[in-house]
């Protein structure tokens, strides 16, 4: 079983459309995250949910809303898409809350493609 | 903003080789360090972890050192694999940022 699932894997859209990228985790975690991957690889954190709850924003813009219906699901909407949100978004979950140590697990990414 | 980076954006070894892989952090304060291995197509996966009363710790086949007074980490990952062709990233504390990591390519 796949602790992390996301899907799509792939997305391409126009620029202006609205996508959203599912996320679940069945590990029991109280914690999940995006992540954002450019093309140059580089990884960083958008946001964290602790048990529904948002607890960390890295000055993501307004298009992009998370959405935490239980703690086993982060979703991510995204309006207004932009070419510079072409990206590789990573959903991960750790039994931490956002911003602690330990490991964390993350999904095998959603490659979206803006055109 | 980021404090963790890299040394080398690529590495290339032989298979059976021993591979080092380096990470430079800036915050003094940092007392947790991190790797993970990206394969292509795939999501970063946990390697090892250390912290900072730490100098040494050993996994199965890598080994992480950390020199807090130049604030230097390692991976060492012994007798390398054409698996372990990857992307390292190496991550502190609160892992907000990665980095771009090091793409290390095994030469069969």
């Known amino acids: 079983d796949t602790a992390v699932s996301q899907t799509p894997k792939y997305l391409v859209t126009q620029m202006g459309n609205d996508k959203s990228i599912k996320c679940e985790q069945n590990l029991g975690h109280d914690t999940m995250y995006w992540y954002k991957q450019d093309s140059k690889k580089f990884l960083k954190i958008m946001f964290s949910y602790n048990n529904k709850e948002l607890i960390i924003n890295e000055t993501v813009p307004n298009r992009f809303s998370p959405k935490s219906p239980d703690k086993a699901h982060l979703n991510l909407h995204i309006n207004s898409l932009e070419l510079g949100d072409s990206a590789v978004y990573f959903c991960?979950?750790?039994?931490?809350?956002?911003?602690?140590?330990?490991?964390?697990?993350f999904g095998e990414g959603s490659r979206l493609t803006v055109l | 903003g980021e404090s963790v980076g890299l040394h080398l954006p690529t590495l290339s070894v032989q298979e059976g080789d021993n591979s080092i892989i380096n990470c430079a952090y800036s915050n003094s304060a940092s007392d947790y360090f991190i790797w993970y291995k990206q394969e292509s197509g795939k999501g970063p996966q946990f390697i090892i972890d250390i912290r900072s009363n730490m100098d040494k710790r050993q996994g199965q086949r890598v080994t992480v050192l950390l020199n807090k007074t130049v604030k230097h980490l390692s991976l060492q990952i012994a007798a390398t694999q054409p698996g372990d062709s990857a992307v390292y990233f190496c991550a502190e504390n609160n892992q907000f940022y990665f980095g771009t990591g090091t793409s290390l390519t095994v030469i069969p």
């Open positions: 991960a979950s750790s039994r931490v809350r956002g911003g602690g140590t330990g490991e964390l697990f």
